[in-house]
């Protein structure tokens, strides 16, 4: 399996840095910032050999211009704003980025950008802000509908897919959960397990999908107990999976 080492950069984001064991080259996802990704490759003694790019806020390709050399591969959504992208990459198509071996679904997650690529290869899934450890993204430009229908996909793949996402937004994601589904005993203790770790300010993911649909909300539509949760405050009945998911992404906009 690859190695992952979590870059931080700016006041929450995570660039993720990928390389073959024992690797002498790299292939970083989502570079908000250029020095500290430049720094650990440094450190780790190691060239970088690609980017991969989920969507174009900039703070997931601002570090892109002072990442890039001469025939460097930047992967990144076709018909997106994105510059510097020099391999457009469509859902549905795959990618090999060089020294690294494994192969990369590219997966279509409209909802928090229209562009949102998430890339799923050796058990692995970076999601970029699409999916997060808890939660999920605020919708800027997408629908409810979308956002649903891609979830939907997501939580189809295996439980031991571990998830890579793009901001430490852990703790802050399972408080809220926790209030959609107070008695979820799986909830329950992962927020304290979290707690700890964040008082000791360490990482928090990666986490698994397998965790995810067990207390997180935004994967947890068709569970009574979150359906009841969406209805209060919607203020009637919710039938449909998009309604109650959009009832919640609405509560949490607002938590």
């Not at 457009?88 to 562009?115: M, N, S, Y």
């Not at 770790?197 to 979150?226: K, M, Y």
């Not at 919710?238 to 959009?246: E, G, K, R, T």
Request: proline share 8%; hydrophobic share 45%; net charge negative.
């Amino acid at each position: 399996m690859l190695e992952v080492t979590p870059i931080p950069v700016l006041s929450d984001n995570y660039t993720w840095l990928l390389r073959a064991p024992q690797g002498d080259t790299a292939v970083v996802v989502d570079p908000g910032e250029a020095a500290p990704v430049a720094k650990a490759l440094e450190a780790m003694g190691v060239k970088l050999a690609a980017i991969m790019i989920t969507h174009h806020h900039t703070d997931h390709i601002a570090g892109i211009e002072g990442l890039i050399g001469n025939g460097l591969p930047v992967y990144g959504p076709a018909d997106s704003p994105i510059p510097f992208i020099s391999d457009p990459v469509k859902p549905g198509e795959t990618l090999t980025p060089p020294g690294l071996g494994p192969t990369f679904d590219v997966l279509g997650v409209p909802g928090h950008t229209l562009d949102h690529l998430a890339f799923f290869g050796d058990g692995l899934l970076f999601a970029g802000d699409a999916l997060f450890a808890g939660g999920c993204g605020r919708m800027f430009e997408g629908t409810p509908a979308q956002m649903q229908v891609y979830l939907s996909e997501l939580r189809k793949l295996p439980g031991e897919t571990r998830l890579y996402c793009g901001h430490e937004y852990t703790l802050a994601n399972l408080t809220f959960a926790l209030a959609v589904e107070p008695d979820n005993v799986a909830l329950q203790a992962r927020h304290a397990q979290i707690e700890q770790q964040h008082a000791r300010g360490a990482i928090t993911l990666p986490s698994t999908l397998a965790e995810e649909c067990a207390t997180n909300p935004f994967l947890r539509w068709d569970v009574e107990a979150v359906i009841q949760s969406a209805e209060a405050q919607a203020g009637h009945a919710l039938s449909d999976p998009v309604d109650v998911f959009a009832a919640l992404r609405a509560w949490k906009d607002r938590f």
